[in-house]
Nanobody, 126 residues
């Protein structure tokens, strides 16, 4: 079992920056890919970025450049957001895939991931 806890969300003005953190506990060595997703009421949960066990990253095309994902160790993944826009307002979730990397899997799909955090609210407003 793996527990994921997000932190770092809050209220920020447009143009500001924010760093979200995802900390895993439990069977952390069963974790492979970790992803950041976000969801706004009325919209489906969408990929922001993900990172593999060896540090290979992938970003949503529309967000690449303002968002950076990193992994300090197997149990610690962060998401740096720069130049925040009001449209970035959402609940941001950390998710982890259990098991080894599977090349045929689409890690942009929420169904691929086995563990989810409770989410962290990010509100961008002036």
């Amino acid at each position: 079992q793996v527990r994921l806890v997000e932190s770092g969300g809050g209220l920020v003005q447009p143009g500001g920056s924010l760093r979200l953190s995802c900390e895993a506990s439990g069977s952390i060595y069963s974790i492979n890919t970790v992803g950041w997703f976000r969801q706004t009421p009325g919209k489906q949960r969408e990929l922001v970025a993900n990172i593999s066990d060896v540090g290979v990253t992938k970003y949503a095309d529309s967000l690449k450049g303002r968002f950076t994902i990193g992994r300090d160790n197997v149990a610690s993944v962060w998401l740096q957001i720069n130049d925040l826009e009001t449209e970035d307002t959402a609940v941001y979730y950390c998710a982890a895939d259990r098991g080894s990397y599977r090349y045929y899997m689409d890690y942009a799909r929420t169904t691929v991931y086995d563990y989810w955090g409770q989410g962290s609210q990010v509100t961008v407003s002036s």
